[in-house]
């Protein structure tokens, strides 16, 4: 069943019947397989209650201000260069000296798609971090890249720009006199109207059936939002569903606007 309303999609969200489709429960221990197995998102019951509250537990330590200002930081650093900043930021404050092995191991982390290169990259995280730490490592690696690199796009159009700007040439970078408050208003935006995960999963254990909920549609829900399909970034923070709702929300919020926020002012 695909749901594409928001209220639809809250209901699911808030229902405890509907649960994340299950992953193998074979894998070999230190495998791509296994991490998935024991981590929270994939979780169910008691188990995904104490593996989601020892992520919140390592998350309470970071300050989202300082992984913002070492995100800014590291992209002014690299002149721009800004691929694998959020995850060497995140890593660090997490006690990971060494993310190279970060892409490899989330390439699969979603999908379950199955790699030797996934599996030893898996090994080489664990070798440094608790399973926690590379827990959050995965989970941010994809979204917080792809809700920046969605978030450039927007910020190079005119509906993203201030008014008084004038408009640059395509090729050029953003409008640097953007301020803080505008980057967040762009973030914001660029959650409701192009989140970087299109979808999300559940099984409903009433009838075995799968549930896809389209967080596009959702939010863009005519019922909910003034003008959907139109980006709007002043329009504020809005009801959208990109970090979950109900009873499996995404935990660190927070931290994930901060490191992109951090990013996106050290390129604007």
């Known amino acids: 069943m695909l749901i594409t309303r928001h209220a639809e999609a809250r209901t699911v969200l808030d229902d405890p019947r509907y649960v994340p ?6 894998g070999r221990e230190g495998t791509l397989a296994w991490l998935r197995a024991h981590v929270s998102r994939f979780s169910t019951g008691d188990s995904h209650a104490l593996r989601r509250r020892a992520v919140v537990e390592r998350l309470a330590a970071l300050d989202p201000a300082e992984l913002r200002s070492a995100a800014r930081a590291m992209t002014l650093e690299r002149g721009g260069a ?5 995850t060497q930021v995140l890593g660090a404050a997490l006690g990971v000296k060494d993310t190279a092995a970060v892409p490899a191991a989330a390439s699969g982390y979603l999908s379950g798609e199955e790699s030797p290169e996934a599996d030893a990259a898996v090994a080489t995280l ?3 971090a608790d399973l926690p730490a590379v827990t959050l490592l995965l989970q941010a690696y994809a979204a917080t890249e792809g809700l920046i690199e969605n978030a450039l796009r927007h910020a190079s159009c005119d509906a993203a720009r201030p008014a008084a700007q004038p408009s640059p040439p395509s090729s050029a970078a953003p409008h640097s006199t ?4 505008d980057v967040e ?3 914001h935006e660029t959650l409701r109207h192009d989140p970087p995960l299109k979808a999300s999963r559940r099984l409903d254990t009433r009838t075995g059936g799968e549930v896809t909920i389209d967080l596009v549609a959702a939010n863009r829900d005519p019922g909910v939002f003034t003008d959907p399909d139109r980006f709007d970034p002043t329009r504020g923070p809005a009801p959208h569903l ?6 499996r929300p995404c935990p660190a919020p927070g931290h994930a606007l901060a490191l992109a926020a951090g990013v996106l002012e050290g390129l604007l």
């Open 21 to 26: 489709p299950p992953v193998s429960q074979d």
């Open 82 to 86: 800004w691929r694998g900043v959020p």
């Open 126 to 128: 664990l070798d440094q």
């Open 178 to 181: 953007w301020t803080s408050v």
């Open 185 to 187: 208003a762009l973030l």
């Open 242 to 247: 990109t970090f979950g709702h109900g009873l």
